[in-house]
Nanobody
Framework: QVQVTESGGGSVQDGGSLRLTCQLSGRILSSSILGWFRQAPGKERQFVALTRYRGGSDIYADSVKGRFTISREGLRNTMYLQMNSLKPEDTATYYC???????????????WGQGTQVTVAS
């Protein structure tokens, strides 16, 4: 059974940094896509970044490009989201997900973690 677990959220000041961790377990197809999404209160869940399970071909949302970096550590089956220059508008619950298609759309992502809260104070 595939499991996805996020950690690393917290509260930081405007301009601060955080690194989120996504621990993967279970039988994951090598063709899978790994994604980060976020959801602010009262808003829809939105795409943040993705990478291939095999690594590479990263895509970022325009709102985080140049500030966030997605990465993989294959031996530990772990994915990271390094978030720098955080802004108050980055405040949201961040989710890690595994999908079957190389897309920024949410629907093909069928394994989700419980989310980790990120709060950026102004």
């Amino acid at each position: 059974q595939v499991q996805v677990t996020e950690s690393g959220g917290g509260s930081v000041q405007d301009g601060g940094s955080l690194r989120l961790t996504c621990q993967l377990s279970g039988r994951i197809l090598s063709s899978s896509i790994l994604g980060w999404f976020r959801q602010a209160p009262g808003k829809e869940r939105q795409f943040v970044a993705l990478t291939r399970y095999r690594g590479g071909s990263d895509i970022y949302a325009d709102s985080v490009k140049g500030r966030f970096t997605i990465s993989r550590e294959g031996l530990r089956n772990t994915m990271y989201l390094q978030m720098n220059s955080l802004k108050p508008e980055d405040t949201a619950t961040y989710y890690c997900a595994i999908g079957s298609q190389y897309t920024t759309n949410i629907s093909p992502y069928n394994h989700w973690g419980q989310g980790t809260q990120v709060t950026v104070a102004s």
